[in-house]
Every structure is written in structure tokens, then in C-alpha cells.
């Protein structure tokens, strides 16, 4: 029983250390009470203030392709989540770092949608970046939930994008269920979709929603867009569904929305990690790519790597991890005939 209350597990410990974490932050919306949650972390947490102290020494390069354009940084903070073991058998090794019992005694949370917690990432990515942890300790997963991203991402307001990573191709804590939150303006994703959007195939559109199949010459991902909640769900479970049953195909979904709706980008993947990844130790590139990668941001951890990566490493990543256009069209052409 010891072993279960220290994993989170629901159960009398679990709600003890959860009612320890949440902190009671004053704000009109979500957004306003997360950026009092990183004030309030900033002036009381030394390890979120020097995570947050790093970003001001990450080293960035840009690669611009037809289009579009790809930034690579050099963020050391990053080492354990690049190097995050692919197996659940390395994972149940360690301690789960999103249950509430395991949590530094500096870090607090804000209760959102009932069953998360917002959290401050003390080795960020962006200049605010969050997670919003399951309150209790499920496997990462997206059946079920996408709804609720998109809630979550319209409480956020516009300053802020979801992301979502799977258990099989990015996601840190693949045994307990997140997504993660930064504040917009950082990816270059979003100032491109609407162009790459328009450049793509509208596969099927419907009163308020439309999805579109985007080949950028990198990435291959399609794009669900509205302001209706519902339709949106409602072909999101089945574009789910045409990836493949069982266990959950790979993906990485951005969700942000602003006066126009949502802005969903789903990743279908077909790889987690390119294959520079896995080369000798002294060829090895350390770049993992996830839904901040699949956004336009390519964090490597070590100097080493930030100094060797060039424009062809990019293309072959990521013609190695995303879907071919055959294998997108397999997946969204069911649409175009019901939507
Ligand atoms: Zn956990």
C-alpha cells in the first residue's frame, strides 16, 4: 500500500498531497491566475528560478525553408525529458516526478478542469511554460480528451498553446497523463498555419470546422479548425480512429485558440526519434522531436550538437518521423466523405 500512495495512486495520501500542492491564485481568467502561479513559483521555488534564469543563455540558429522556418536552441535544462527512456519498463523505474506526493515542497498547482493540475515546468522551453498533470497517476493518452484540450486551450485565451505529446513519441511521463502549455509567440507554427493552411488540401469542411491536409515540404500533419466544439471532437475521434486501433498510434497535437476558433495541427508520426539519434556516441545528434519540434523548435541539449546540426539533418528528421503524404491522404479522405 506504501508503493501505492507514493505513485499517486487515489487513496488518502494522494488527496493529502494534492491538497498540500494547490495553491489559491486570484485572476479573472485561467491564463491571469498561471501567470500569478509563475510569479508566486518565481519568488518562492530557487530551482524554478534558476531553470528560468538558464533560458536567458539558450542558444538559438534559424533554417528557413520554402515558407516556413525552423529554430534550433541549445537548451542544457533539457538533457533528462531529450533522453527520456522509450520503454515503460526504464520509466516505472524512477519515481513518478507528476504525482502530487513526489512534487519539490516549493511547487504548487492550480486545479483546472477537475482533474488536473497546472503546474510550473522548472526546466522550460518557453518563457512561461506549464504542464497540466492528470490528478491522479493514468498512462498518457489522448482518447477521451481532446475536448478537454480544447477547453483548457480556450481558458488559456490567446496567449497560450496546448501541446500534447504521446506516450510513444515524445511525452517525458508516458505513465501519467499531461499536456503541456506555453505562452504563443514562440513557435514558428503559429504565424505560418493560415499560410500553409491555404497552400494545403481542404480535405472536408462543415459549418465551422474545417480540416486540412498540409504537406510544407518538412512536415506532413493536417489542421482542424472551428468554433464549434463538438463538430471538432467529433471528427477528431474519428481521424483518431483512421490512424489505427489498439494502442495509440504516435502523434503530437498543438491546440491554441483566438477570436477565430481553434487551431488544432495534429501530427501523425511514424517514428519517434530520427536515426542520427541512436548513432555512435561520437555521431550521435541529440534531438528528439516532439510537439515543440513538430512546432518549429528544435531543442538539443548539448552544445556539441547545437554547433553540428545543419539544414539536411532537419529534412532527413523529419522525413524519417512524419507521415508520407499517401499514408496523411489514408487518413483524412474518410472525411471528405462525411463531413
Ligand atoms: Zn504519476
Redesign the pocket.
Known amino acids: 500500500m506504501k508503493n501505492r500512495q507514493r ?2 495512486v487515489p487513496g488518502r495520501a494522494g488527496d493529502e498531497a494534492l491538497v498540500r500542492v494547490i495553491a489559491t491564485i486570484n485572476g479573472r481568467t485561467l491564463a491571469d491566475r498561471a501567470r500569478g502561479l509563475f510569479e508566486q513559483q518565481m519568488a518562492a521555488w530557487p530551482g524554478m528560478r534558476a531553470g528560468n534564469a538558464a533560458l536567458a543563455n539558450v542558444a538559438t540558429k534559424s533554417f528557413a525553408f520554402d515558407g516556413i522556418s525552423v529554430r534550433v536552441e541549445w537548451n542544457p535544462g533539457r538533457l533528462i525529458s531529450t533522453t527520456a527512456p522509450e520503454d515503460l519498463s526504464g520509466v516505472s523505474r524512477r519515481p ?1 516526478f ?2 502530487a506526493t513526489n512534487l519539490p515542497p516549493e511547487q504548487k498547482g492550480i486545479r483546472v478542469a477537475e482533474e488536473y493540475l497546472l503546474l510550473c515546468n522548472p526546466y522550460p522551453i518557453f518563457r512561461k511554460h506549464y504542464t497540466l498533470a492528470s490528478t491522479v ?1 493514468v498512462p498518457q493518452g489522448i482518447d477521451g480528451r481532446f475536448g478537454t484540450m480544447l477547453d483548457i486551450a480556450r481558458e488559456m485565451t490567446s496567449e497560450f498553446v496546448l501541446l500534447y505529446n504521446g506516450p510513444r513519441c515524445g511525452a517525458s ?1 508516458p ?2 497523463h499531461h499536456f503541456q502549455c506555453g505562452e504563443r509567440g514562440f513557435l514558428p507554427i503559429e504565424s505560418e498555419l493560415s499560410s500553409s493552411v491555404s497552400r494545403g488540401r481542404k480535405t472536408a469542411s462543415a459549418d465551422g470546422v474545417q480540416l486540412s491536409a498540409v504537406d510544407d515540404g518538412l512536415r506532413r500533419y493536417m489542421v482542424l479548425e472551428g468554433d464549434d466544439r463538438d463538430i471538432l471532437v467529433r471528427v477528431f475521434s474519428r481521424l483518431r480512429l483512421a490512424m489505427g486501433s489498439g494502442e495509440e498510434p504516435m502523434m503530437n497535437i498543438l491546440v491554441w485558440h483566438d477570436e477565430r476558433g481553434w487551431h488544432a495541427p495534429i501530427f501523425p508520426r511514424k517514428r519517434h526519434r530520427p536515426s542520427f539519434f541512436s548513432l555512435p556516441a561520437e555521431k550521435n545528434i541529440l534531438i528528439s522531436p516532439a510537439a515543440t519540434e513538430c512546432g518549429g523548435v528544435c531543442i538539443t541539449p548539448r552544445e556539441r550538437d547545437f554547433e553540428r546540426v545543419t539544414r539536411e539533418h532537419l529534412l532527413l528528421m523529419f522525413s524519417e518521423v512524419m507521415v508520407t503524404n499517401a499514408e496523411l491522404a489514408s487518413i483524412t479522405d474518410h472525411e471528405r466523405r462525411i463531413l
Open positions: 505513485r499517486g513518478c507528476l504525482c497517476h511521463a505513465d501519467h
